[in-house]
């Protein structure tokens, strides 16, 4: 699309000139009255909907196509007079060297030297005396490079690939909407670069499908599946309460006696004590691994228990025993599942630097707790699609075994989206 003003003494005067320069199908985007005469702005080869593409917000504001020709002038205009300024620039800079310069300075800077050409395009060094350059070098870099952006910007409009200039624009407007979904910017920027044409709202619901594409999630629920599982995580991360919630969900659908607790948390004084009232609520075994009892004893003996769930030591690699209890899961010849336990509160490093801590205990999955504290979820799931991890169960809340859920990736991410409108309508009412 091409874009021009024309000035003129009356309004038939610059419809002729219009005719003239830009044929019958010009399209008259603007009018208005100026100083001395009439102002119109034309285009050839007019796209509404490109142009609301570029046009961004404002154009989806606009009612008509009259509103958004408007809009598009008006943003036209301001880019003429970005140039016009630097163009004023340019000359006092250039009156400026007459004044201070010599005259050997002006036979090596004359006009050719300092057009607008040579500023924004000519990379050449040329030598000039000391005083000069020293006054007038960062000013002058300064100005090639305005003009020369705003040259690009101008080339993009009137006819440098102004669709894939539009394109990249909604890839950034969608990069930053999926940041404040809680995503990181090397995955946001990922998804949103997979949009390539189409309105903002498209590129979002296809990043959408994407991510729900992306979140692993397990088919069976461990009660109906069966087997051994631990949870391992830092302190604090909800272990020993999930654990419980697994342990009450299982006994009203299976009773208690298939059932059986573990915990490997023999380094702090009391630490079980939690699991011990789980066991006696629910008449469940609990036993606990220490120096006279080995992991793999104790699962022999358990043998016969169609689900054993073992809580772990919320230990890090600085503490004493934490690689001792890794190394216990991992080289166990029982079958142990191990889950990371991922508290949704924790910031993106955070679950990235846990997850570091505990691969080395053949992670099978992981369990999201603290949903209902979080603010946006994007966080949490950007971390288990680019760990790769399947998310086997969150939990929202305290309530046992009610609080805890059977993931699904596409209810995740529906839940992930409606806790950002939640979030953005709480923003608008503080505001």
Known sequence: ???????????AEALRQVRDQMGPDAVILSNRRVDGGVEIVTALDYDENMARQRLGDAAREATNGSRLAELQAEQHRRLEDE????????????????????????????????????LANDDTVVEEPSTARAAYSGELAQMRAEISSLR??????????????????????????????????????????????GRLEDGWKQ?????????????TEWSEEGGVYALVGPTGSGKTTTIGKLAAHYVLRHGPDSLALVTTDRYRVAAHEQLFVFGRILNVPVRVVDETHSLDDILDELSDRHLVLIDTAG?????????????????????????????????????????????????????????????????????????????????????????????????????????????????????
């Open 207 to 219: 990043s959408l499908k994407m991510l729900a594409a992306g979140v692993k999630t397990t088919r």
């Open 315 to 431: 230990l890090t690699s600085t503490d004493k025993g934490y690689e001792e209890q890794l190394m216990e899961l991992a080289r166990s010849h029982h079958r142990i599942r191990t889950h990371l336990v991922v508290s949704a509160t924790s910031q993106p490093r955070i679950m990235k630097s846990v997850w570091h801590c505990y691969k080395m205990a053949n992670l099978t999955g992981c369990v999201m707790t603290k949903i209902d504290e979080a603010l946006t979820l994007g966080e949490s799931l950007g971390f288990v699609m680019e760990t790769g991890l399947p998310v086997a169960y969150y939990t929202d809340g305290q309530k046992i075994p009610e609080d805890l859920h059977h993931a699904e990736s596409i209810p995740l991410v529906r839940l992930a989206v409606e806790r950002l409108k939640k979030l953005q309508q709480q923003q608008a009412v503080a505001v």
């Open 83 to 118: 140039l016009g300024r630097s163009r004023d620039r340019i000359r006092e800079v250039r009156e400026k060297r007459a004044a201070f310069g010599s005259a050997s300075v002006g036979g090596e800077f004359g006009d050719a030297g300092l057009s607008e050409e040579t």
């Open 152 to 197: 690009d910007l101008v080339s993009a409009r009137n006819g440098g690939e102004p669709e894939q200039t539009a394109v990249n624009a909604v890839q950034q407007r969608l990069s930053e909407k999926l940041q404040e979904f809680g995503l990181g910017l090397e995955l946001a920027n990922s998804l949103s670069r997979r949009h390539r044409a």
């Open 1 to 11: 699309m091409k874009v021009k003003r024309f000035f003129a003494k009356s309004m």
